[in-house]
């Protein structure tokens, strides 16, 4: 092994060796936030962050700072997020110590990942798979792409996803594991078995290790070794990273570590640890300095190695203990990054253009999309060729733009959910479906960890550009599990954009618009919508509009308007979705049209109070419509809200209709009618509010 190999491994070790003994001489100063450390683990760390190049991803885990002094960065760096100051490099504050974000052109890049353990797995196979699509396409495709794309990667480029052996026992480590050997995709996942959770030891939690477990993932070439022998650490990862760059498949390596610190500094290791003595046996520390003198490194340099790492990181904490901390108003910094689509533009009703139903409004728009831009994708559940999609969203798209880009998941929502994390990072534009909005559950996680809050954490670098198509509500007897609202859930995530359009041409627009944001979009579509055939949605079809048609968010619609008279009473109704064909025919019905006016939301986030405040003043009373059950919810709050700005205008309390609050929609129709509202449920609400 070369000198200058050696050489740089065994200052990298001593370095974070030399932090980790820092923090505890500071312990009091440095633990007002908590942090862990790579103590045990710097060999292996060190091993792989020296052989990344800045083409290539990394997905670190929290105790990974060895790793990310090997890339470049330097204590100081490190100790500014250890303080939780203004200038860390990372999150500006914002997060924990060893949790980074980077995009520097000279480093590997560092997408934003949270610190729920393992849950990186999936975004970092989803880099791997936009490795894999930018590698299927010809080379036009690809200069097209990459025109087009403000991000672009090597033909060698690989993901490194770093975890804990605890770690691999969560689910959604099976479902990118799934994905990476059944597409055969350029990434390693590397374990770091310290035989720990927290508390609990391997053999009260794992049935076995990681290299154990791997042997299910046919595809999956796994490797276990030493990781604190540092040449068989290095050259091992050599040989692997070689063909992972020239072979585009993926390995597991499995390297057994001592963990000789703290969990992390909230969970200290005298509390509750046995084994020590046993573990600092094998300190990767006394074994590298050995290595290093049996290749020609005297006692004196390697001293003077040890001695400058203490006087490096001393200095860097004095350093960093003087920098501001971040101020009052960075807190509002980074939720959203900005948006170009501002205002409504392209033709909402072109001449001559024939009147659609709602899904092929989507379905239209998906394919424009696709037609202009190589990096827009679509995937998810039976959205494949065979099918095109349950409801036939998807249709004719595989054929028309091939499998690589339209094709077929497992049944694993986290993984379509979450990989939208790492296409984005990957510079793609991934539109991806949860096939019921019962079935959303399982991707909640990665929604909430990882997609919303890439942006805000990473302090404006990682904004997660993709699209969640959410089929949702009540319609034929669908069910206990294909019948289901839950805006209410979502709505409380924060760092999304949350669509629930009444109609195709909405649909069609707010679909562009969420393309072309650089935020998370969910767009709520009810299936009882989708083809007009419940009754009394006929408004649900439109003339299709242009495709340059958009529609920005946060911009409601008062599709029916009333003028203010004295001397009768009038009502706003505030509703979305499947509401507001509820209350279109109500109105219509009861002859009601020019004494209630009707405000469609169209977004639930961002949300236009500024027309939803002028239509109740206006109005003096108002009723929020929704098929949610009521309590605890996006309506209710949405009501406490309108009360608060509009008590002085108001006639009556303000009121809300939506279904049963009852635990789930049961399959008889009887019984469905009797759950969710109706035209005749929001009649009878309307005349009660009226004459309150």
């Not at 350093?319 to 939720?335: C, V």
């Not at 899904?359 to 728009?365: E, H, I, M, Q, R």
């Not at 909430?448 to 993709?466: D, Q």
Request: charged share 25%; net charge negative.
């Amino acid at each position: 092994m070369k000198k200058s190999v050696l050489e740089e491994g065994y200052k990298n070790l001593v370095t974070a060796k030399a932090m980790a003994e820092l923090y505890e001489e500071n312990f009091k100063q440095v633990s007002k936030y908590v942090h862990a450390t790579s103590r045990g683990h710097e060999v292996i760390q060190t091993a792989i962050g020296m052989q990344l190049l800045p083409q290539d991803y990394a997905f670190p885990y929290y105790r990974d700072d060895a790793m990310l002094l090997a890339i470049g960065m330097k204590p100081y760096d490190l100790m500014l997020q250890l303080l939780a100051k203004k200038a860390d490099p990372f999150s500006g504050g914002r997060t924990y110590y060893s949790h980074p974000s980077l995009n520097d052109i000279d480093k590997p890049k560092i997408p934003h990942q949270s610190s729920a353990t393992g849950m990186q797995a999936i975004p970092a196979t989803g880099v791997a798979l936009g490795f894999h699509y930018r590698e299927s396409l010809t080379e036009d495709q690809r200069n097209e792409l990459e025109s087009n794309s403000s991000s672009s990667s090597a033909s060698d480029s690989i993901v490194v996803c770093s975890l804990g052996d605890a770690s691999v026992t969560e689910g959604e480590i099976a479902e990118a594991m799934q994905m990476a050997a059944l597409k055969q995709l350029p990434i390693l996942y590397l374990v770091q078995d310290n035989g720990w959770d927290i508390s609990a030891n391997a053999a009260e939690t794992r049935a076995q290790n990681a290299y154990e477990y791997a042997a299910g993932f046919h595809g999956i070439e796994r490797i276990s070794i030493d990781g604190t022998d540092f040449e068989e650490s290095y050259n091992t990862l050599n040989e692997v990273i070689r063909k992972i760059r020239s072979e585009r498949r993926p390995f597991l390596v499995h390297a057994t570590v001592p963990l000789l610190n703290h969990h992390t500094s909230g969970v200290r290791m005298e509390f509750y640890r046995d084994d020590l003595e046993e573990s600092r046996e094998r300190d990767p520390y006394p074994r590298m300095r050995d290595l290093m003198q049996k290749n020609g490194f005297s006692a004196e340099e390697l001293d003077d190695f040890d001695a400058f790492a203490k006087a490096e990181t001393q200095k860097a904490l004095e350093q960093a203990t003087e920098m501001p901390d971040p101020e009052p108003a960075d807190l509002y910094m980074h939720d959203f990054a900005p948006t170009p689509i501002t205002e409504e533009k392209g033709e909402r009703s072109p001449a001559g253009a024939e009147k659609v139903v709602m899904v092929d409004c989507a379905l239209f728009a998906i394919e424009e999309l696709m037609r202009k831009h190589p990096e827009c994708l679509l995937y998810g559940q039976d959205v494949g060729g065979r099918l095109g999609g349950v409801f036939r969203e998807a249709a004719t798209l595989a054929q028309k733009f091939g499998d690589n880009r339209v094709f077929n998941t497992p049944i694993q929502e986290a993984f379509i959910v979450g990989s939208t994390v790492g296409m984005s990072a990957a510079g793609l534009k991934p539109i991806v479906e949860v096939q019921f909005a019962d079935y959303i559950w399982p991707g909640l996680n990665q929604l909430f960890t990882e997609v919303s809050r890439s942006c805000y954490l990473s302090n404006g670098k990682w904004p997660v550009s993709m699209i969640l198509r959410v089929p949702i509500g009540a319609y034929g007897s669908g069910g206990p599990y294909h019948s289901s609202s839950m805006e209410s859930v979502v709505s409380n995530i924060r760092g999304l954009k949350i669509a629930y359009p009444s109609n195709g041409a909405d649909l069609k627009g707010l679909m562009k618009a969420a393309y072309y944001d650089p935020n998370p979009v969910v767009i709520f579509e009810h299936k009882g919508l989708y083809w007009s055939k419940v009754k009394g949605t006929k408004g649900a079809t439109s003339i299709e509009p242009s495709e340059d048609y958009v529609l920005p968010f946060g911009k409601a619609w008062v599709l029916q308007e009333i003028w203010k008279k004295e001397e009768e009473e009038t009502l706003s109704i505030i509703t979305y979705g499947m509401g507001v064909h509820w209350s279109m025919n109500a109105t219509a019905e009861l002859g009601l049209q020019d004494r209630v006016e009707i405000v469609d939301l169209r977004t639930l986030h961002p949300l236009d109070y500024e027309t939803v405040f002028a239509s109740v003043k206006k109005c003096g009373k108002c009723l929020v419509v929704t098929e949610e059950p009521s309590e605890n919810s996006f309506s209710r709050a949405l009501q406490g809200r309108i009360q608060e700005e509009c008590f002085r205008y108001l006639d009556a309390p303000v009121m809300v209709i939506g279904s049963e609050n009852m635990p789930a929609i049961p399959l008889n129709s009887v019984l469905e009618e009797t759950m969710i509202p109706s035209t005749e449920k929001v009649k009878v609400k309307i005349d009660e509010v009226l004459k309150y």
